[in-house]
């Protein structure tokens, strides 16, 4: 039984940082798909930033390059985003997910978590 557990979210200030966790269980980690796609009202899903845990391709929408760092902690099956230099276009609710069969689908994941809302002024 797959579990994701976001936590992070809130509201702040354009120009502002957060950071999102994702808790992850019943899940092979090792060299799968796994990333972060967000949802605002009313637009489709969008892949933010997605990797292979065991290495290789990173993949950042363009939007997002150069403000948000997707990272892992092995140890404690925990995902992260960094968000910095937030936009009010990034106000939306982000889900960690899992099982993408590329870092660029991330938004067409297999598993995913209840999401997190994020709100930038």
């Known amino acids: 039984h797959v579990q994701l557990v976001e936590s992070g979210g809130g509201s702040v200030q354009a120009g502002g940082s957060l950071r999102l966790s994702c808790a992850f269980s019943?899940?092979?980690?090792?060299?799968?798909?796994m990333g972060w796609f967000r949802q605002a009202p009313g637009k489709e899903r969008e892949g933010v930033a997605a990797?292979?845990?065991?290495?290789?391709?990173?993949y950042y929408t363009d939007s997002v390059k150069g403000r948000f760092t997707i990272s892992q902690d092995n140890g404690k099956n925990t995902l992260y985003l960094q968000m910095n230099n937030m936009k009010p276009e990034d106000t939306a609710m982000y889900y960690c997910?899992?099982?993408?069969?590329?870092?660029?689908?991330?938004?067409?994941?297999?598993?995913w978590g209840q999401g997190t809302q994020v709100t930038v002024s």
């Open positions: 990797f292979y845990t065991g290495g290789g391709t990173t």
């Open positions: 997910a899992a099982g993408c069969s590329a870092p660029e689908l991330v938004a067409g994941s297999l598993y």
């Open positions: 019943g899940y092979t980690y090792s060299g799968h798909c």
